[in-house]
């Protein structure tokens, strides 16, 4: 297959392959796609590591990184320059009630307390502060592809970026929110519908896409619940030049998705998902669970903006993943995990799906015909 970004990155597939799982990005990049290795969770010393071994098991196939740069964040006035600075002023901001209803929530479901080793990250790529010096490592690396995942990436970034000789790509839920990404620099747009896990908008991703390629005179991207070729053959159709991928990576073989979400995910139907608050304080598209009913109840204080919702939550959900309470288990998932029903390899999902979009292309090329 060939499009503007297959020559762009020199990549044989224009499949993107979005993950926290390093395994899986370094899968998606070998069998000729582009793995993106979620950047959000990692201290800077932990993405070396990820990053390292990326560079060792990819046999020199272009991967990309993801960063979470928001434009907009409760703290990005503060002028403060380290995360532990800025950890501490934000901390203080955090109400004692919203503190009060987690702990009653967990309690409720007999979530056992973690120790002080597990205590875990409070605060990580939400914001400018944390998320640059993920860049730094980043561009450290031979990467091919820096994303950023909410909003338009800084110019300076941008610009850091192109001077090391890598693209740059940001998500998009409205054309108005494209053209911002243009006029920083960024070369690659992702459209993303709201079916979509994690972040997203309202407009749905048939309508998004042709919005978007009309809009923006840079190749596009189809992301928002697509995970087999048809859909992908559908994106081409609207404009798109490649597929931007998330949710179906987190049942492979390869991935590193807790095994309780894991099982949630494969028995799920696409209703099974709802855009919620409740994870960023931003709205992001999460399994379904009583997590998420419970920040919609009557007797919620409602949720925090960004970084401080995660912020408070963060210890809540590492008690969850430790815990026997299946029920209060959530994680960022689109709309296509109703069609996520068994466990294949990450090689076998990217064949499947050149072999399905080469059968829906032929398919449609028939109708054609006299």
Excluded at 115 to 131: C, I, P, Q, R
Excluded at 355 to 365: M, N, P, Q, S, V
Aim: hydrophobic share 45%.
């Amino acid at each position: 297959m060939r499009t503007r970004v297959t020559d762009m990155l020199g990549i044989d597939l224009p499949i993107f392959a979005f993950s926290h799982c390093r395994d899986v990005v370094a899968a998606v990049s070998r069998a000729g796609g582009m793995g993106v290795l979620g950047a959000l969770g990692f201290s800077p010393d932990e993405l070396e590591t990820e990053l390292r071994w990326i560079d060792d098991h990819v046999d020199g196939k272009p991967y990309g990184v993801d960063v979470v740069m928001p434009a907009s964040y409760v703290g990005g006035d503060l002028g403060v320059d380290s995360a532990e600075d800025l950890v501490g002023r934000l901390q203080g901001m955090i109400p004692d009630g919203h503190r009060k209803f987690v702990d009653d929530l967990l309690a409720a479901h007999g979530v056992p307390e973690l120790s002080g080793v597990d205590a875990g990250k409070v605060l990580l790529g939400w914001t400018d502060t944390t998320a640059r010096p993920q860049v730094e490592v980043a561009l450290r690396h031979p990467i091919a592809l820096l994303a950023n995942a909410l909003g338009p990436p800084p110019a300076d970034v941008v610009e850091l970026a192109h001077a090391k000789g890598v693209k740059v790509a940001a998500l998009a839920s409205t054309p108005r929110h494209a053209t911002k990404q243009v006029e920083v620099g960024v070369d690659i747009v992702v459209a993303q519908g709201t079916e979509a896990g994690g972040h997203t908008g309202e407009i749905s991703t048939m309508v998004l896409l042709p919005q978007v390629v009309d809009a923006v005179d840079v190749p596009v991207l189809a992301a928002g619940g697509i995970g087999n070729g048809r859909q992908m053959a559908a994106g081409m159709a609207l404009g798109a030049e490649g597929v931007w991928t998330g949710s179906i990576w987190l049942t492979v073989e390869e991935a590193d998705t807790s095994e309780v979400v894991k099982q949630r995910i494969l028995q799920a139907t696409s209703r099974d998902t709802v855009r919620s608050r409740s994870w960023t304080g931003k709205p992001a598209r999460l399994l379904k669970s009583e997590w998420t009913e419970a920040w919609e109840a009557p007797d919620s204080p409602g949720t925090l903006p960004m970084p401080l919702q995660y912020m408070l939550i963060s210890p809540a959900l590492r008690r969850i993943g430790r815990s026997d309470a299946a029920e209060l288990a959530t994680f960022p998932a689109g709309q296509i995990i109703g069609t996520m029903n068994q466990v294949r390899s990450t090689r076998d999902v990217v064949f499947g799906m050149v072999e399905e979009y080469i059968e829906a292309t032929e398919r449609l090329g028939r109708l054609t015909r006299d």
